[in-house]
């Protein structure tokens, strides 16, 4: 009982972490140190006296999902908001319910007063995994002037999208954003394989390479993070000799 309640504790602080942007060095933290590492993140980085029932709210959200989604249905029925609707969206979307989180964050788009920023930023995410390519190039077209689509998640699947529609120049312009030493190394190899996939294999295997080296630094909770990502560049790098 002891050691699941401590996974569960490990669960909620990396979801936690991974939600707010937290920097690495606090999975370190968590990872490393058993007990103390996950109750001080809690103590530092979550609590504070205003804020207990979000974390009870997280914390279910993390060990089930399904009742923090009925909580937040009933919760809409009794007064339908704004806040309500995009709680509600942003539960089925973590639940993966990808259907039910673009209803709601649609309907959210009916409210003129409120930014649609917010909503349109995870309508991409939600059709790009529901395979909907012009939906995303619908809805990021509508946003790609914001200083928070450079750069971003959104704008890496734009460039997917464009590039699953055969708009092979466009969508480079899009993907090469995410090319950043240390970092975005999933969206990286994807670039890679875009590369090989349209007649740039220096450019790929260059891609590849870089991404190989800097593996060779990443501290052990990073090589377990990006485990899958390396062993896929690795494997892609032994194909091209």
């Excluded at 009742?67 to 009794?78: C, Q, V, Y």
């Excluded at 996939?197 to 590849?208: I, M, P, Q, R, V």
């Excluded at 870089?210 to 560049?233: A, C, D, F, H, W």
């Amino acid at each position: 009982m002891y050691y699941f309640l401590l996974l569960a504790l490990k669960a909620f602080c990396i979801y936690h972490a991974f939600k707010n942007n937290k920097p690495f060095y606090w999975y370190l933290i968590i990872f490393i140190v058993p007990i103390l590492g996950p109750l001080i993140y809690i103590i530092t980085q979550v609590y504070n006296r205003n804020d207990t029932q979000k974390i009870q709210e997280e914390i279910t959200t993390v060990l089930n999902p399904t009742k923090r989604i009925k909580d937040l249905e009933a919760k809409l029925k009794f007064i339908d908001t704004y806040t309500n609707r995009i709680d509600l969206a942003d539960a089925y979307y973590a639940n993966k319910d990808f259907d039910k989180a673009v209803l709601n964050y649609n309907i959210t788009l009916e409210d003129t007063v409120q930014d649609p920023l917010y909503a349109r930023q995870k309508l991409i995410l939600c059709y790009f995994q529901l395979s909907d390519y012009n939906a995303v190039i619908t809805q990021a077209e509508l946003i790609k002037d914001k200083h928070e689509f450079k750069g971003s998640k959104q704008q890496f699947c734009y460039g997917l999208a464009l590039n699953e529609l055969g708009k092979r120049e466009e969508a480079e312009v899009q993907l090469k954003t995410i090319d950043r030493p240390y970092s975005n190394y999933a969206e990286r190899l994807e670039l890679a394989k875009f590369y090989l996939d349209n007649n740039k294999a220096s450019e790929g295997k260059a891609l590849l390479n870089e991404i190989s080296m800097e593996s060779k630094s990443l501290t052990k909770p990073n090589q377990k993070l990006y485990g899958s990502t390396i062993v896929e560049v690795e494997r892609l790098l032994s194909s091209l000799k």
